[in-house]
């Protein structure tokens, strides 16, 4: 028996990461840091939401998102991912989080999940709030106070996902454009596998003949923080 093996490139990378004054774009393309509008605006009693939009890896890059949700011109094409869980959790700091302060946005603009996380930071993490992506590919988390938060993608149902959405920080409000978005609309990204099988019995006439099979699977590029084992 020949088997063939056909390899395509793919690649996750990790969702919207809203850190302040720097985000991360939709369909992992980084943008520019953005400069925020006066954090004294910011209504500490407001609530917001974020709106998880998961897609399948287009094939080339797509347009950026800075907090607002995309035309669908610019999503039409891509195929939403249902049964997919996101979990959110608040990140708290006894001094460090007010975001009506705006030395609280020279410090989101480096935090990473992994020193929100790491134990003595100083950092707490509230309930989680979960969610499963909807035929549309969205998970929506609603009426969400003025704050930080860790997302992360903790299961995928039936979806043959390679790799994971790394987890991500979003800010309820968002600077975009100079002023503050409440409702936040985040497009991580996911690569699925599968395997497709093939037969090929052309030259097979009589028992013993050779039979041969073409297994064409998907195999998702490696990346930085979230290797492939296996």
Do not use: C
């Not at 793919?10 to 992992?28: F, H, M």
């Not at 669908?72 to 891509?78: E, I, K, R, Y």
């Amino acid at each position: 028996m020949n088997t063939t093996t056909r390899r395509k490139g793919s690649r996750l990378v990790a969702g919207l990461v809203a850190a302040g004054i720097g985000v991360a774009a939709a369909l992992g393309v980084a943008t520019p840091a953005m400069a925020a509008p006066d954090s004294s605006n910011i209504n500490p009693a407001a609530t917001g939401s974020i709106v998880v939009h998961k897609f399948e890896q287009p094939t080339t890059q797509g347009a950026r998102s800075t907090g607002s949700a995309l035309p669908s011109a610019q999503t039409s094409t891509l195929t939403p991912v249902s049964g997919v869980t996101f979990s959110v959790r608040r990140v708290t700091h006894a001094t460090a989080l007010d975001l009506t302060k705006s030395s609280t946005w020279q410090t989101l603009s480096a935090l990473t999940p992994a020193q929100v996380t790491a134990a003595g930071s100083g950092y707490s993490l509230g309930t989680a709030a979960t969610q499963v992506t909807a035929a549309d590919g969205t998970a929506t988390f609603g009426s969400l106070p003025v704050g930080v938060y860790l997302v992360e993608e903790t299961a995928v149902g039936a979806q043959p996902v390679a790799l994971r959405a790394q987890p991500f920080l979003v800010s309820i409000p968002l600077p975009e454009n100079g002023a503050w978005v409440y409702d936040v609309h985040v497009y991580p990204k996911n690569a699925l596998t599968g395997i497709t099988l093939a037969q090929d019995t052309t030259a097979a006439r009589a028992l013993g003949d050779t039979v041969k099979y073409t297994v064409t699977t998907n195999v998702p590029n490696k990346q930085t923080g979230n290797p492939i084992s296996s």
